[in-house]
């Protein structure tokens, strides 16, 4: 059964740092490009970032500069690290896999298998 779980959400002070992690099971994650995208209430999904199959990373606007893509992919694993943290990222943060190993959406419907999502609160 193929499946992403994203893990590491919580609850954390505006300025702090969480890390997430989008494991995978079923299939090798090596031969996909990975999204993490998120959703904040009453608001559509967005990209946040993105990793290819050979490291290299693609990031919104918005996270530039305060978030980081890494994959290890003998864990099977993808991580956002997430520093500097304000109140406007709080959503839930999905990972999903690109269609290609190489490139990295530009629209959030092109994105194939879904996780679940983890929440992220960032709240004093």
């Known amino acids: 059964q193929v499946q992403l779980v994203e893990s590491g959400g919580g609850l954390v002070q505006p300025g702090g740092s969480l890390r997430l992690s989008c494991t995978a099971s079923?299939?090798?994650?090596?031969?996909?490009?990975i999204g993490w995208l998120r959703q904040a209430p009453g608001k559509e999904r967005e990209g946040v970032g993105c990793?290819?199959?050979?490291?290299?990373?693609y990031y919104a606007d918005s996270v530039k500069g305060r978030f980081s893509i890494s994959r290890d992919n003998a864990k099977n694993t993808v991580y956002l690290q997430m520093n500097s943290l304000k109140p406007e990222d709080t959503a839930v943060y999905y990972c999903?896999?690109?269609?290609?190993?190489?490139?990295?959406?530009?629209?959030?419907?092109?994105?194939?298998?879904w996780g679940q999502g983890t929440q992220v609160t960032v709240s004093s």
């Open positions: 999903a896999t690109s269609p290609y190993s190489d490139y990295c959406p530009a629209n959030v419907i092109e994105f194939g298998s």
């Open positions: 990793i290819t199959d050979d490291g290299s990373t």
């Open positions: 079923g299939f090798a994650l090596d031969y996909y490009a």
